[in-house]
């Protein structure tokens, strides 16, 4: 007997969220392997990468990587570092974007920033350290192909460089203070937040042998939406949320006097905006069936999310 539609999604539900656990985890332990040891010299960088790294992070970027994955049918451990690899590039760009000369902050996933802690010249080496260590992992990685290594060095590298995540992060200095219109806005956060979600989601499609191409298309268009559906829910929590609940400032955007789809749209349309940008994600996978549950339902996760 077929179960009531409640019932099904209930339980749907329920799967999504033992995935989402046994993929953090997972991403965790990969993380964990490919970091130095404390005891490896030079100690106090390496405690400092591992402090900025471990222990905190919803992962979205390896969970997108390893559903993208399972969508074009790679083994699970052949996503493994692309997802940690990504995971590495964004918290390269967190323990940067934190420092003074940056955004500033003081708290980053519930616990002081890396240059709190360890103090600003640290700190840099520590993101730039990262950032070598996750091309390093993905280059010396046996389980894949070299075609499959050079695609996914050559995606993770377009997206946190000039024209990429880094470029983003250029344009978002350079506005400070000035008002932004919705397209200035949007240019800045493909670049800032939404290069390296959509390199995330390829990555993962690229760690199955011989994907289809139309599942590569596909995956591309989802994570362009649901990437810029994400900065969008960014910014509604920055306003809705608090300091407790997010592991970093809140209201940080207001107090910097900076654009963000809430200053500009007021809080009602930016909702209407992530609802419908998380509807164009969903669209892309309109032509699938139950292959492409697992981006169907971190779509949902990403656009609903508290923190
Ligand atoms: C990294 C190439 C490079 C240069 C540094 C600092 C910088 C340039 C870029 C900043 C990029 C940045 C921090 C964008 C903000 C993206 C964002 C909304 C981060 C929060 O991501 P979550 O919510 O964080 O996924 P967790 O902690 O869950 O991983």
Known sequence: MNKPMPELM????????????????????VLDQHLPGENVVPMRLHEAMRYSVLGGGKRVRALL???????????????????AAVELIHAFSLVHDDMPCMDDDDLRRGKPSTHKQYGDALALLVGDALQSLAFQ?????????SGQKIKMLHVLALASGSRGMAGGQAIDLESMGIPLSQEELEQMHIHKTGALIRAAALMGAYSADNPNQDKVKAV???AKAIGLAFQVVDDILDTESD????????GKDAKNNKSTYVTILGLHAAKELANELHANAM????????????LRHLANFITHRSF
């Open 10 to 29: 209930q339980e749907q539900a329920e799967q999504f969220h033992v995935w989402v656990n046994k993929m953090q985890t997972q991403t965790e332990f």
């Open 65 to 83: 990587a390893y559903a993208a994955g399972e969508f074009c049918n790679a083994r699970l451990e052949k996503t493994d570092i692309p997802a």
């Open 137 to 145: 992992i993905i280059s010396q990685e046996e389980s894949l192909k």
């Open 220 to 222: 591309d268009h989802f």
């Open 243 to 250: 300091t407790a609940t997010l592991g970093k400032t809140a």
């Open 283 to 294: 669209a892309a996978l309109s032509f699938y069936g139950r292959e492409a549950d697992l």
